[in-house]
């Protein structure tokens, strides 16, 4: 009888026992997966920022064939300044951005460049729209969804190597040689550049003729023009020295990048031109 007793009592305590680890881990347990869930939000969050996104799909249609055309659709966000810069097929963009838990994501409203580029064949407002909507996005194995609820994305995006800064962007020239340049009456348009990363090439207009060429970047800012041509027009009432202008193409070695103003360098010297990006509100 007492060893009976004896086994009872044993089973008991291994049985209380057993029941106070449980209820002592579970706290543990719902800690260690609420951690997780924090690690992996922040980790979709840190993937999302600082990384150059390709457009694949547009409302489910497929957009992979916009690359083969060199009309790449793309944005990076850049978490230092909760900004918002991109392509939408033939202007560049650019805004802020909030972001929250749970991937919840708002843009604000965008500008945009002004360019004119009749062989797009795209609608770039349906572009900008998807950011206007969106306010949460999510990642599943390395595709980019940009939502509105739980609805089907409004777009889908692919990560790809982020470009640099210069490229891409309407650069309205603001000096030259130190001297300020404002556009005269009778001038067709404002002087301007634009650096093209799909295939390196360089186009723009001097106050008289257009202008193309080609351009190398390596690490540093270094920059390197070449094969620059221009139209033939004569201006005779246009009161601008083009060549003074394209000059800085032939003598500039290195460039400088604050905020959304450009300077075009040769040496450690002062600005060969200063340029800032233009855009405009939607």
């Known amino acids: 009888m007492n060893i009976k007793l004896t086994l009872l009592t044993i089973l008991g305590l291994v049985v209380v026992g057993c029941n106070s680890n449980k209820k002592t881990n579970s706290p543990?347990?719902?800690?260690?997966?609420?951690?997780?869930?924090?690690?992996?939000?922040?980790?979709d969050k840190n993937t999302i920022e600082n990384s150059k996104w390709v457009l694949t799909t547009l409302e489910g249609q497929d957009m992979y064939d916009r690359e083969q055309n060199e009309q790449i659709i793309y944005f990076?966000?850049?978490?230092?300044?909760?900004?918002?810069n991109g392509n939408s097929g033939c202007?560049?963009?650019?805004?802020?951005?909030?972001?929250?838990?749970?991937?919840?994501?708002?843009?604000?409203?965008?500008?945009?460049?002004?360019?004119?580029?009749?062989?797009?064949?795209?609608?770039?407002?349906?572009?900008?729209?998807?950011?206007?909507?969106?306010?949460?996005?999510?990642?599943?194995?390395g595709v980019l969804s940009l939502n509105v609820g739980s609805g089907a994305p409004f777009a889908t995006f692919k990560k790809a190597a982020i470009e640099n800064l210069i490229v891409e962007k309407y650069w309205k020239l603001k000096t030259l040689e130190g001297k300020d340049i404002s556009m005269v009456d009778n001038q067709v348009r404002e002087i301007y550049f634009t650096l093209k990363s799909q295939d390196n090439t360089v186009t723009g207009f001097a106050g008289c003729n257009t202008l193309g060429g080609e351009f190398t970047l390596e690490e540093g800012n270094r920059i390197h023009f070449s094969n620059m041509l221009t139209t033939l027009r004569v201006c005779p009432d246009v009161a601008i020295n083009e060549s003074e202008f394209l000059k800085v193409f032939e003598l500039a070695d290195n460039y400088t990048i604050n905020n959304d103003v450009l300077s075009l360098n040769v040496g450690r010297r002062a600005p060969l031109a200063v340029f800032e990006a233009v855009y405009m509100k939607l």
């Open 91 to 141: 202007n560049t963009f650019m805004g802020t951005y909030k972001s929250d838990e749970g991937n919840r994501i708002s843009f604000s409203q965008l500008a945009s460049t002004r360019m004119m580029c009749p062989d797009a064949k795209i609608n770039e407002s349906h572009i900008l729209k998807v950011f206007e909507l969106t306010d949460n996005f999510t990642i599943q194995n």
């Open 28 to 43: 543990t347990t719902d800690n260690h997966h609420e951690k997780t869930m924090e690690k992996k939000e922040s980790a």
């Open 76 to 84: 990076t966000l850049n978490s230092e300044e909760n900004s918002i």
